[in-house]
């Protein structure tokens, strides 16, 4: 099916509104990209208040560790499930109630007055955060048909690319302005008003819908999925402290529990039950698998440069954590307006624009390697910006088309669990990256000294690149596909036909 045929399809070629069309539905967009913002900004923003916490909490380093690794595994171990409940009983309630949950827990680790409360209020933060971004990508679908649907997935790859790009700045001004004993608390209490603003706005624009009734939570599939995700991520959420060298024997064993949950979701549907997350997502839904292991493989890179970045301007040129975050500023500048402009031309273009994004982030990110090894450290952070703004500029180009064409052929009615599945596929590949590239740049780092920073920042971000080639290669295969219309050395759901997932 042509890029054109989907859109008349989805409500015109032109995004004119449908008919039926909720007219609130903008505004409503605007009030969960504010939450969806805030979520995945606290994945990376409260990195850079780590030595205060501990320093005022008297917290001992793997304890303070856990304040990012106990945020980041409750986020992705609920995804999916949530996204399943939100299909089954109603978006907009899970959406309110994960919202509240998340001010109320950013006010208690906010107030926390000891390491272990605070790792306990990240963790259910976490939760809550991890209820809520699916609902994101459900919405959409629900609300926006054609080109309209292009134009909103574009902003919530914007919010998506700018979140992850600019913690590091946000929690470098936050920690200027709050100066002093306990100004790391203001990192959390930020989000008290904006997130009590969006709930209030919420309970306004968001559409309600009938719950879908009858239809049971599938215990045994969340159970099966919650330990593969978890003893997957565990080890590399603590690769800091040696997670990955002690546990390294659960790999196999989340691989195995992956595994037997593909198996038991076949079963419950030859049984006409109600899986967790339908297989037939794999096997009939056109462009899904390609864009979920495009999408995964593209954030091991993208999630693992930016604390090797930090590393090296921080220890290795003695940035303060508000200029580090101010060195890669390009990157996220040029990811959120290209984002915003390539929701518009996705539905012109296809993949073929995942195509060109990814050439761009391969060359932005290879240059700024080149320039950081061998540029003067007094102009290193200046004469990379070039690179790194064609980078972002290219980013923009992957994250939200990806995003858009990976879910454009999921029905609504299993648009939270596929979106829930796309992103725990983002935060595992996410993990890894956060896990192995500074890995990596330490390896290469050796007993330090200028040159040695250099080299490993060059090396590290060199290999961020790798998995952005392997994404690179099958975002050309898939384009090819569609051009041809399927043939040999294309996926079954391609080469057969363009099934539309309403039909599983």
């Known amino acids: ?61 793997p304890a303070i560790q856990w304040v990012v690794s106990g945020y980041a595994l409750a986020f992705a171990l609920v995804l999916v499930t949530a996204g399943r409940i939100g299909d089954a009983i109603g978006r907009r309630r899970i959406f309110l109630v994960a919202l509240g949950g998340f001010v109320a827990c950013s006010a208690c680790a906010g107030a926390a007055p000891s390491i272990v409360l605070l790792v306990v209020a990240r963790v259910a933060q976490g939760l ?30 914007a919010t998506v690319g700018l979140s992850s790009a600019v913690g590091p700045v946000v929690g470098g001004l936050i920690l200027t ?13 930020v989000n008290v008003p904006v997130g009590a603003v969006a709930l209030v ?5 968001l559409p309600r819908t009938a719950p879908s009734g009858g239809q049971r939570l599938d215990l045994p599939g969340v159970a099966l999925l919650g330990a593969g995700v978890l003893t997957l991520m565990l080890p590399l959420v603590l690769a800091e402290s040696g997670g990955v060298r002690a546990l390294w024997w659960l790999f196999p064993v989340g691989a195995a529990l992956l595994v037997l949950f593909v198996r038991w979701e076949r ?34 890179g993208f999630s693992g440069v930016w604390l ?3 590393l090296f301007f921080q ?34 273009l296809g993949r073929l624009l995942t195509v060109c994004g990814l050439a761009a982030v391969i060359l932005g990110l290879g240059g700024a390697a080149a320039v950081l090894r061998w540029a003067p450290a007094d102009t290193a952070a200046w004469l990379q910006a070039p690179a790194l703004l064609l980078g972002g500029l290219g980013s923009g180009c992957v994250i939200s088309p990806n995003v858009t064409m990976t879910l454009r052929d999921v029905p609504v009615r299993m648009a939270g669990a596929a979106g829930g599945a796309l992103q725990t596929g983002q935060r595992l590949g996410g993990a890894v990256g956060t896990a192995a590239l500074p890995g990596l740049f330490y390896l290469a780092l050796g007993d330090g000294g200028e040159a040695h920073y250099r080299s490993a920042v060059a090396l590290a971000v060199a290999c961020g690149v790798l998995p952005m080639l392997g994404a690179f290669a099958l975002a050309v295969r898939d384009w090819r596909c569609d051009r041809g219309g399927g043939g040999r050395g294309c996926p079954d759901e391609i080469s057969h036909s363009h099934t539309h997932a309403g039909q599983p």
């Open 1 to 61: 099916m042509s890029a054109k045929a989907r859109a008349e399809g989805n409500g015109g070629p032109s995004g004119r509104r449908a008919a039926g069309a909720d007219p609130r539905r903008w505004r409503a967009l605007w009030v969960t990209l504010v939450a969806g913002f805030m979520s995945l900004l606290d994945v990376t923003i409260v990195a850079v208040a780590l030595p205060s916490m501990q320093r005022d909490l008297h917290a001992s380093a």
């Open 128 to 157: 809550c955060a991890g209820c809520l971004a699916p609902q994101n990508s459900a919405l959409i679908q629900q609300l926006f048909r054609g080109a309209e649907r292009g134009r909103a997935f574009g902003l919530f790859g």
């Open 177 to 189: 302005l709050a100066d002093g004993p306990g100004g790391w608390r203001w990192i959390f209490y």
């Open 201 to 205: 706005l919420g309970l306004r624009l």
């Open 267 to 300: 079963r419950v549907v030859a049984r006409h039950g109600q899986p967790l997350l339908d297989p037939r997502l794999a096997t009939s839904t056109r462009g899904y698998v390609t864009g979920a292991v495009i999408a995964t493989l593209y954030f091991v």
């Open 308 to 310: 090797v970045f930090a």
């Open 315 to 348: 220890n290795g040129l003695a940035y303060s954590p508000l200029a580090s975050g101010l060195a890669v500023t390009p990157f996220a500048v040029g990811s959120a307006v290209a984002a915003a402009v390539a929701g518009r031309l996705v539905e012109r």
